[in-house]
């Protein structure tokens, strides 16, 4: 009876290490990782502040540091009083233009009374026709004037919008000297501390989003077919005490061309020459970390 009952034991354990075993046969597995954008200085100068710190949680738009603009701001004001000073000295059409239109009224107040006295007999129609002459002569000054302020008015003008050129170009720069945070994440890495100087496109940050972190696993040629896009699988991570954290993940990329195994991953078939890549985007509670691996089922 005592031979039974061993016999029976050792039976339950072998199913009970054969269902593990099947448990954790994974159909692939891979490594962790996540979109991960270096940020860099858009101006040269010194750093007068720069607040992040790795691990930082930072949102985008958020302004994390300064660069230096005094010399910036002191341009600004250079070319805004450049700017004043081009057009203040613009013509006043109406007032050029003003004594020769009281000229021509007069003119033309003249030859309506020269009309009345060569119609009444009174005057000769020479004196009529010389008052028409002045009214035309007074005309074409008034329209050679108006031209002549027109085209200074628009010299000027296109002068100062190249002064505003520059001007905008320089309050882009001192925007720029504002290390403004473009995306939301966690800083990974930082590259600079304050009162350095940095230059423009020299990295200042590394930032990436762990909200929704993507695990890359292999698969063989054999598992393709039961891989689909949009498909849900099941991601396993190590817990630690020889058990597995089980979360959902979905498929968001297939690899269209076959590549070598590479030689950290193990696939379900493990002597596979050509493997698959694919990416399953998983979301972060705060367990996952860039660089873990991942162990999938389908």
Known sequence: MKKVRLIYAALALTCLFACRQDKNDFDASGTFE???????????????????????????????GYIDSTQLHLQRLQLEQNKKAILSGRPNTQIQTKALKEQLATAKTDRDR????VQGGVANPKQLDDANARITTLEAQISAQ????????????????LVEVQLQEVLDRLEKSKITNPVNGTVLTTFVEP?????????????????????????????????KLNQNV?????????????TEGSVTWINDKAEFTPKSILTKNERANLVYAIK?????????????YGEIKF
């Open 234 to 246: 099941k991601v396993y991570t190590d817990k630690g005490d020889g058990g597995f954290n089980e």
């Open 195 to 227: 009162f350095e100087m940095t230059a423009a496109g020299r990295p200042l940050y590394k930032i990436a989003d762990l909200s929704t972190l993507t695990l890359r696993a292999y698969i063989t040629g054999d598992q393709l077919p039961q891989v």
């Open 280 to 292: 399953v985007r998983v979301v972060n509670d705060g367990s996952y970390k860039i660089g873990m």
């Open 114 to 117: 020269m009309a009345n006295l």
């Open 146 to 161: 108006e031209s002549s302020l027109y085209t200074t008015n628009t010299s000027i003008e296109e002068q100062a919008n």
């Open 34 to 64: 996540a979109v991960e954008t270096i940020i860099s200085a858009e101006v040269n100068g010194k750093i007068l502040s720069f607040e992040a710190k790795e691990g930082d949680v930072l949102k985008a738009g958020q302004v994390i």
